[in-house]
């Protein structure tokens, strides 16, 4: 890097050397082959004096005339006619015998070389044998002469360089150059200025005599590089204001590794269901197992799976709760749900008296999924219940609008589905007015008796619950199209850095 910049520096001062005295170099492109320079050397040079108003420039078209590898050759060796007429000596020779003379040349270009020769007064031909040889004994060779004029730049007869041109001897390239004048900062070239002052200048009071720079009001303020928020994190702040502003609780969602107890089992969800597969769950090895679950409500859910109860048939199998015990990391934030819900119907079995509540949660949820566009094995869920008594589907759908309203989005459309846990359960979709179309925004439903009785919850409480995952609205309010973009190693580090605040339906 070093020399570049030294040479850079030494082109400038001398190009501003020559602008003190001259005040004006008209040609860059001549100023370059005066000082054996690359042209394009000067030009970056003449750049960066300009965008400081050191140099002004002017932008100029020429057209040059150089010599190509033929015509660098005829200068050097003479052209073909000359070498031909020496090589002929004092011989007659035949056209054959001549393109034998000139066997790496192909017969066009021999015939017009002939011809030029006869011409140029090199050659006479015999009109009957056709028989070929020198008409001078003495010749000067025009067209070597012709390039060498061309080289140095010269002007020559229009017929001698359209020959020169045919024989592709010289071409013609267009030049840009540029005229070259002080500009209004000349003066202010090779000046070190001082930008700070130092402990050094104040104690030798040389600060009087420095030469500081001006302040340049009108220059970008360096960036200041603070901590930023990931915009989930922004965005998970919104919803949980959205939730508090509703009168919800938030849950204790801190631990990652749940049992398959909490996880499916006590959400009537069996054993042989597929979703607690090793494709599809994330099975934890150390410690494998949770033993501690509450010994009265395993039975009561190994009942409820086997053989139903309050007024269900249950699944009909073998419930081992060996498999309830295997640790997974939760796929769900459900699991913590269930854990509310059993510890309300503990208080209730304790002091007779059942309170209501409102609970959310906004954690992370692991799925043995093969990441894409709008898959990731890991991600967030936002979650909310309502457990009162008497609370209908209209009660559910009433929330789930309130809830949405506050995020902006309205006109919910609904669609039946299936959970383990709840019946009836709903998709919920919302037309998002960017992408121009319904897209599915959570999933809720009404906790069965099979969850709620084996647990304990009195007769006439219901459930009303509905998850969704926080990274769906990040990616429709930051116009994230690949959710890898947004969480995981991919995430491209300007996005945290620059995203603004999040203010949902503000
Ligand atoms: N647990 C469900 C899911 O993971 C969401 C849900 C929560 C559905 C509560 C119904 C009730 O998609």
């Known amino acids: 890097m070093q020399p570049q910049v030294d040479v850079k520096n030494q082109v400038a001062d001398l190009i501003l050397g020559e602008l003190k005295h001259n005040a004006i170099i008209q040609s860059s492109y001549v100023w370059a082959l005066d000082h054996g320079i690359p042209h394009h050397t000067v030009i970056g040079v003449l750049k960066s004096l300009e965008a400081k108003c050191i140099a002004s420039i002017e932008q100029k078209t020429f057209i040059i005339t150089e010599l190509t590898q033929q015509g660098l050759d005829v200068l050097q060796n003479g052209s073909p006619e ?34 030029s020769g006869i011409k140029l007064n090199y050659f006479t031909v015999d009109k009957s044998s056709k028989a070929i040889s020198r008409k001078n004994q003495e010749i000067v060779d025009a067209i070597r ?100 502003t509703l009168g919800f609780e938030e849950m204790p969602t801190n631990q990652f590794v749940d049992s398959s107890f909490w996880n499916f089992d006590a959400l009537f969800q069996p054993q042989f269901h597929p979703a607690r597969d090793l494709h599809d769950t994330f099975f934890i090895e150390d410690p494998a197992e949770t033993h501690a679950h509450p010994a009265d409500y395993v039975l009561q859910v190994k009942d409820i799976h086997e053989k139903g109860g309050f007024g269900s048939l249950g699944y009909r199998y073998e419930w081992k709760e060996k ?3 295997k640790n ?18 503990q208080e209730y079995k304790k002091t007779g008296k059942f309170t209501p509540k409102k609970y959310f949660s906004i954690d992370r949820v692991f799925r043995n999924e ?31 609008k309130s809830y949405y309203e506050r995020q902006g989005l309205e006109n919910l459309q609904f669609k039946p589905t299936y959970n383990p846990y709840t019946e009836p359960s709903m998709e919920i979709y919302a037309f998002h007015p960017k992408l121009k179309k319904y897209v599915e925004i959570g ?23 509905w998850g969704l995952s926080l990274e769906r609205p990040a990616m429709i309010k930051y116009e994230v199209q690949d959710i890898r973009s947004l969480i995981g190693p991919e995430v491209p580090y300007d996005f945290i850095r620059s995203n603004p605040i999040c203010r949902i339906n503000k």
């Open 145 to 244: 002469e012709q390039c060498q004029q061309v080289s140095c730049g010269k002007q020559i007869d229009k017929k001698d360089f359209d020959y020169l041109k045919r024989r592709q001897y010289v071409v013609q390239k267009s030049i840009t150059e540029y005229l070259i004048k002080p500009g209004d900062k000349i003066s202010e070239y090779g000046i070190a200025y001082d930008t700070d002052i130092t402990e050094e200048m104040l104690r030798s009071g040389s600060w009087k005599t420095a030469n500081f720079k001006e302040y340049n009001f009108l220059a970008m303020g360096s960036k200041i590089l603070g901590g930023s928020l990931h915009p989930l994190l922004k965005i998970r702040e919104e919803i949980r204001m959205i939730f508090l």
């Open 82 to 115: 000359a070498l031909l007429w020496k090589q002929i000596g004092n011989r007659q020779l035949s056209p054959a015998e001549c393109s034998q003379l000139l066997s790496h040349m192909k017969e066009e270009t021999v015939k017009a070389i002939i011809s």
């Open 323 to 325: 498999e309830s015990q």
């Open 370 to 400: 093969a990441t894409d566009q709008t898959h990731l094995a890991e991600f967030h869920q936002c979650e909310g219940l309502i457990v009162d008594y008497n609370l209908t589907l209209r009660d559910l759908i009433g929330t789930l």
């Open 328 to 345: 997974v990391l939760r796929t769900h934030t459900t699991a913590t749900s269930i854990r509310m819900i059993y510890a309300l119907a």
């Open 443 to 465: 999933n809720s439903g009404m906790f069965r008796p099979e969850v709620l009785k084996p647990a304990g919850i009195p007769d006439g409480v219901r459930v009303i619950a």
